[in-house]
């Protein structure tokens, strides 16, 4: 089985493209970083060090990296049976033409082996998205061998990977928490599905995708966001703090109530989950910076996102949401001079007020009571 792997960064090299490699594909990696793609060519192995209850290191060997603007990736792409991505939702749209040409050549050179395409990012559909990213880049003449024999495989993934620290010795090495889920929508497959292991498969991802984006990215970016008002640096020290760990447990229990009236979830089952992703937090082997988890907050405040997306499931189903509320309050709150999406968040602040800014950035209407009460909130932190 021949795998590309659309970005070779902690997440590609420590997750996804550790679990193809460990299922004896041959992995290529496409990224822009010049100089990794050499590191990984000259090494053509890397170490992932596993945290939890216990450490290992695994050895991923038998790899290779092309740059991912170049004619070697659009060869790659030709004889792939399996093309996988995390590169980021920012990034996504942007490899759709690589793709395109890729396939094009794929179709000119007649190959018609089915060859199945899965977007790993922290958004909802994301593969959907790049489909159609790739449909408008790709003549017309192809749609119908588009349709007929590539899959584009919706997803849910989890597995927290924080940035490597500098290792001149190894600087391919990353290290991940044991934790990992990789859920794949086993209806959108062309051909045979690969055997993968680590990929689970079901008829009910979007059950999967929110309680994903519900619970782990809703609790982690609400103890991002009250650390980093605490004065915290990590989401260790945040989470041991007893005043916001029982917020975030609040927060993820309310959004939790939306996906049991929502999927059917177990009520009891959903609780052990969100347990369990309190200790992912307070792993004290992984060392996971507030701002990296907080970064970006006007995509992280947007309408289909971590904060907004179950506080309006908790309004149509009229449930209490009152942690929610001090999550996106304290996102208000969110400064980071290094982030230019910090930035423009404390500029609507400022020139156009608290309320203003809250609704251009969620989305939600001046008139849902909850606007209210998160500014007299954001008022609250502030003093």
């Given at each position: ?46 170490h992932?060090?596993?945290v ?6 695994d ?10 603007n ?42 018609h ?197 179950p ?18 309050a ?15 968040l404390?500029?609507?602040i ?31 932190m502030?003093?």
């Amino acid at each position: 089985m021949k795998a590309l792997h659309f970005g070779a960064g902690n997440i590609g090299r420590g997750f996804i493209g550790k679990l193809l490699a460990e299922s004896d594909a041959e992995v290529t990696f496409a990224d822009a970083n010049t100089q990794l793609v050499d590191q990984l060519n000259h090494s053509q192995e890397y170490h992932v060090r596993v945290v939890g209850d216990t450490q290992h290191t695994d050895v991923i060997r038998h790899i290779a990296a092309v740059q991912a603007n170049s004619d070697d990736v659009i060869s790659q792409i030709v004889k792939a049976d399996i093309i996988t991505t995390a590169v980021g939702p920012q990034v996504l749209a942007k490899i759709a033409a690589t793709i395109a040409k890729g396939l094009q050549l794929r179709f000119e050179q007649g190959n018609h082996t089915p060859v199945n395409i899965i977007a790993c990012e922290n958004m909802v559909r994301g593969t959907s998205q790049l489909k159609q990213a790739v449909l408008a880049e790709l003549p017309q003449q192809y749609h119908d061998l588009l349709e007929q024999y590539v899959g584009f495989v919706d997803s849910a993934v989890d597995r927290i990977v924080p940035p490597a620290a500098a290792n001149d010795e190894d600087p391919l090495a990353v290290t991940v928490e044991s934790f990992s889920e990789w859920i794949v929508d086993k209806n959108q497959f062309k051909g045979d599905i690969p055997p993968v292991q680590g990929m689970e498969l079901t008829d009910n991802l979007l059950a999967y995708v929110e309680r994903k984006l519900f619970t782990l990215n809703t609790g982690h970016i609400v103890t991002a966001y009250l650390g980093k008002l605490a004065g915290y640096k990590t989401i260790r020290e945040a989470i041991a703090d007893e005043a916001i760990q029982n917020t975030v447990r609040q927060a993820m229990q309310q959004s939790g109530e939306v996906l049991v009236n929502r999927y059917g979830f177990d009520r009891q089952l959903h609780h052990a989950y969100i347990e369990k992703i309190l200790t992912r937090f307070a792993n004290p082997y992984l060392v996971d910076e507030i701002d990296r988890v907080g970064r970006q907050p006007l995509r992280k405040l947007g309408a289909e996102d971590r904060l907004v997306k179950p506080l309006l499931g908790t309004l149509e189903y009229g449930l209490p949401n009152d942690a929610l509320l001090k999550g996106i309050a304290a996102a208000l709150h969110y400064r980071n001079a290094d982030d230019p999406q910090a930035v423009e968040l404390q500029g609507w602040i400022e020139q156009e007020g608290v309320e203003a800014a809250l609704l251009r950035a969620t989305g939600l209407k001046a008139d849902e009571p909850c606007v209210a009460t998160i500014v007299a909130e954001y008022q609250r932190m502030a003093q």
